[in-house]
């Protein structure tokens, strides 16, 4: 932006207060007809009109343009003076240097027609809920929790989005000459539900975790939210975050942990993403070889295993540790634990490469339906609800594509909330099981889904939680996750996650305002917090004490 404003400075001698003088004149000679607060851009008029016809003001205000300061601050003091600015504005705009704020308002001037400028005012749009609360929000009697809930909630960041909202509230005030016609205005008006992008590519592995995201396509919940989406079948874990780095596709499927890891650069160059929405809860399973059939009761009879995990930074790895520490079995040192793509699960185990695995269904289920193997253990006995994969994006491509983001992020919502209906899963199953998504049996898929299921072992089972979806994306979930990623020290994570950086990553990479505001939306009825104590198999995690959750950890099982 400073070459921009650099290269415009040098073909002109106008200063940006000079500029802003000019777009006050307004080309409008009517008198005042209403006494209407909003801002209505009204024809012949430009985008942001502040005659007395649009809005009610003061007869100074052609001698206010004659003398109006020079320096940006100085105008946003003026303009809170004149009662047009909240106190909460204006300390926003002090805490941006008067050469950014120059340059945002040189910029919104000069560049017509430019994405940058579309993309600030869908941001703030969106944040409100329309241009016209946005700007009511700036300058009205709400604007105190307008800020408050930007300071959380925007995914353009903190610094980022508040200087564009400095900006927006300066150039409210202006009459924009090249303007845009009524019919471009209204469009403008709407900004906050316009699609940057409709034909999209969304990433998946092939497992009952990725259903809502699956399930989306066919059912036509992208199409109910006016996008088009393909959803992409990736060969492992590894493929997905290499193509989220590379921005190959638009949005992803990962396990809950990757919008962490990689964000923290652990086994990776940092790269910031965000988890939108959790996909499902529970969902996993210990399988065991039917070689071992007759030998394993508990954890301590597996020393010596090779154990397959879809991904180091999983819930897969982080919950089978769990399982094998509390049993007496250093994960580390007594068994082999090994990435393993899920879809190549089943077929090393036929090979004898990996004694058992934790995998996310279906492949549990289908080692019972192949003969291979036995469902040992469900992942909900060692964690009722916990989380295991998530719908997420990589940040540079949210902040390009907000209103997007959003829309992919509501239909996965409302997927999610169709598919937690027990009555629905069956009916889900015929849709997600075919060659283009899971390419299992439907028989496999339906077991897993409505919880009626053989485990291998002779034994029909019930259990219609044995997946779930709730996609509210607790930062509770965020503060475990970081816990156990510091007692393994998986990629480094022991000197990349100190005491005081649980709270900060869990807020800026879950993005639980705003699933929360997009629950509320659909009608459904989200929780109103965003932590609560985990309640596990063998303890409690406390998320105002994760560290010390991890030393009672360590003394307990010895590792």
Known sequence: ????????????????????????????????????????????????????????????????????????????????????????????????????????????????????????LRA?????????????????????????????????????????????????????????????????????????????????????????????????????NGLKC???????????????????????????????????????????????????????????ANRHKDKVKSAADMKGFVFGVPFPYSMHNLLLRYYLAKGGVDPDKDVQIRPVPPPDSVAQMVAGDIDAYLMPDPFNQRAVFEGVGFIHLLTKDLWVGHPCCAFAAGEPWINKHPNTFKAINKSIIEAANYATNPTNRSEIAKYISGRAFLNQPTKVVEAVLTGKFDD????KKNVPDRIDFKPYPWQSFSHWIQSQLVRWDLGGAADAIKAGDFNANSAAIFLTNEAQSLERELGFNPPSRSFKTEKLAYDSFDPTDPLGYVSKQIDRDGV
């Open 1 to 120: 932006m400073a070459n921009l404003f650099t290269s415009h400075a040098s073909t002109t001698t106008q200063t940006a207060a000079e500029i802003l003088k000019s777009q006050l004149q307004c080309n409008s000679t009517t008198e005042a007809t209403s006494s209407s607060p909003s801002f209505q851009p009204q024809t012949g008029h430009g985008l942001f009109c502040f005659c007395v016809e649009c809005r009610p003001f003061s007869p100074d205000h052609q001698d206010f343009t004659e003398d109006m300061p020079s320096d940006p601050e100085d105008l946003m003091d003026d303009f809170y003076k004149m009662g047009l600015i909240k106190a909460d504005a204006v300390e926003v705009a002090e805490a941006v240097s008067s050469a950014e704020l120059r340059e945002i308002l040189f910029y919104k001037n000069a560049s017509q027609g430019d994405p940058a400028k579309e993309k600030l």
């Open 124 to 224: 703030l749009a969106e944040e409100a809920g329309g241009l016209d609360q946005a700007m009511a929000a700036a300058f009205g009697p709400q604007a105190g929790e307008f800020f408050a809930s930007i300071h959380s909630s925007s995914p353009f960041g903190r610094r980022s989005f508040l200087k564009g909202l400095a900006a927006g509230a300066a150039m409210i005030t202006i009459a924009n000459s090249a303007g845009l016609d009524t019919q471009d205005a209204h469009a403008a008006g709407h900004a906050g539900g316009k699609l940057e992008k409709t034909n999209l590519k969304i990433g998946f592995i092939p497992i009952t975790c990725a259903t809502p995201i699956i399930m989306s396509e066919p059912m036509g919940f992208y199409k109910s």
């Open 230 to 288: 393909k959803v992409v079948k990736m060969p492992s874990w590894g493929a997905v975050r290499d193509s989220a780095i590379a921005g190959e596709l638009d949005a992803y499927h990962m396990l809950a942990p990757m919008p962490i890891s990689m964000t923290l650069g652990l086994g990776t160059s940092p790269f910031s993403v965000k988890l939108a929405s959790i996909e499902n809860i529970n969902g996993q399973a210990i399988t065991v």
């Open 456 to 459: 291998g072992l002779g034994n």
